[in-house]
């Protein structure tokens, strides 16, 4: 009988009474050998004896072992559940991905997919709490527990993926360097930024960009440099650069400040990527399908055409994949430790990826980021869920 065999048959309460029994291994075996030793066996047998023990010992070890996720995986779930509100570590200025107005209102791509998870996980979006973090507090915050999932516009990179004891579940923004410009200079391109001056922090990872894509090119180039973010943008405004380079989505935040903002443009290009999304503690697998597969959630509903005001219309489709995802021929939230109808929650009361794009970032917010590399895989994007069933 194999491990797995163990594991099917007791299951996870089963496995957590062995993980909290752990001496009962030691226990056993003097057991055993005080039977032996009251039974007068010969050497022999008690040399087989011993030999049948410690592989026993040895299997209950690989059991107690295989079952360790088991018995800590649903804590967060738990904890919860307790609480009653999940607890979402964001930034308090992120403008189109979280930011707190004067009221204490929540609002940003970031905080609607804590929403989402709240949906999904109780039922209720607003069962969500956020607490604030600068840079520097992130991942000592999830560390600690202080948070369920990290937010906040954290790019997800091999070190922090490996080093910091997160793990990121998905996606829900690739950023990257680009370049605003007036529109007035006829430049549609960055391959045509040869010889342009370019506003830029120094030391920076900006920087470095910029040397290495324009240095593979042979494009000539000039920095302007300035310690202070908001200097440099004065010094572009003031024609003192030819563009301004940094993440898409924070030149898009400068040029909804600017009072002539509809006269710059967002080239097209990215000479970096800053993928974001939500990461979690290392070890809790079962929350970190939870917030993987809302994010997946949010993108399927999209690629379905469900959205937040056909979802109950919906009900009524012939086709499978949409009938699955809102719980109707199948309980895709079981295996999730989640509500039959926990995708059905979150597109009733958060919407589907498009809207809260369009909300926050896209045509219907101050930014007006074009969907780009976050549009549908079906429509030139990266944005794809896998088959939910």
């Not at 030793?37 to 010969?42: I, K, L, P, R, T």
């Not at 697998?285 to 056909?310: H, K, P, Q, Y």
């Not at 021929?329 to 059905?344: C, I």
Request: proline share 4%; glycine share 10%; with cysteine.
């Amino acid at each position: 009988m194999t491990v797995t065999h163990w594991r099917e048959m007791c299951g996870a309460r089963g496995c957590a009474q062995l993980r909290q029994g752990a001496d009962c291994r030691f226990r056993l075996f003097a057991t055993i050998k005080k039977k032996f030793n009251e039974a007068s066996v010969d050497r022999v047998q008690m040399t087989i004896g011993f030999r049948c023990v410690a592989l026993l010992v040895a299997v209950v070890s690989m059991i107690v072992g295989f079952c360790a996720p088991a018995w800590s995986e649903t804590s967060v779930l738990d904890a919860i559940h307790k609480r009653g509100h999940v607890v979402c570590g964001v930034s308090d200025h992120a403008p189109g991905f979280s930011e707190v107005n004067s009221s204490g209102t929540w609002s940003g791509l970031d905080t609607e997919f804590c929403s989402a998870l709240a949906a999904a996980v109780l039922g209720d979006k607003d069962a969500v709490k956020f607490l604030s973090l600068m840079p520097s507090e992130k991942f000592k915050a999830l560390e600690d527990g202080e948070v369920d999932v990290l937010m906040g516009g954290t790019a997800w990179t091999l070190t922090r993926d490996t080093e910091l004891g997160a793990r990121f579940a998905a996606i829900l923004y690739y950023d990257g360097q680009g370049f605003i410009v007036p529109r007035n200079h006829s430049i549609s391109s960055v391959l045509e930024l040869s010889g342009a001056s370019i506003c830029v922090l120094p030391g920076s990872i900006d920087e470095a960009a910029i040397a290495d894509y324009f240095g593979s090119r042979k494009m000539r180039y000039q920095l302007i440099t300035s310690n202070r973010w908001d200097d440099l943008v004065k010094t572009y405004v003031n024609g003192g650069c030819t563009v301004l380079t940094g993440d898409v989505s924070l030149l898009a935040y400068e040029r909804s400040r600017l009072p002539n903002g509809a006269d710059h443009m967002l080239l097209p290009e990215y000479i970096n990527k800053e993928p974001l999304g939500p990461a979690v503690k290392v070890g809790h697998d079962a929350w970190f399908a939870v917030v993987r597969w809302t994010a997946m959630a949010l993108i399927a509903a999209e690629e379905l055409g469900i959205n937040s005001s056909n979802v109950d219309t919906m009900k009524a489709s012939p086709i499978h994949d949409v009938r699955r995802f809102l719980g109707l021929e199948a309980d895709l939230g079981a295996p999730l430790g989640l509500p039959r109808d926990w995708a059905y929650q979150i597109v009733r009361q958060v919407g589907n990826y498009g809207e809260i794009f369009d909300r926050n970032l896209g045509d219907s917010s101050p930014l007006k980021i074009e969907r780009g590399l976050n549009n549908l895989w079906t429509k030139g994007g990266l944005m794809y869920a896998p088959p939910m069933r």
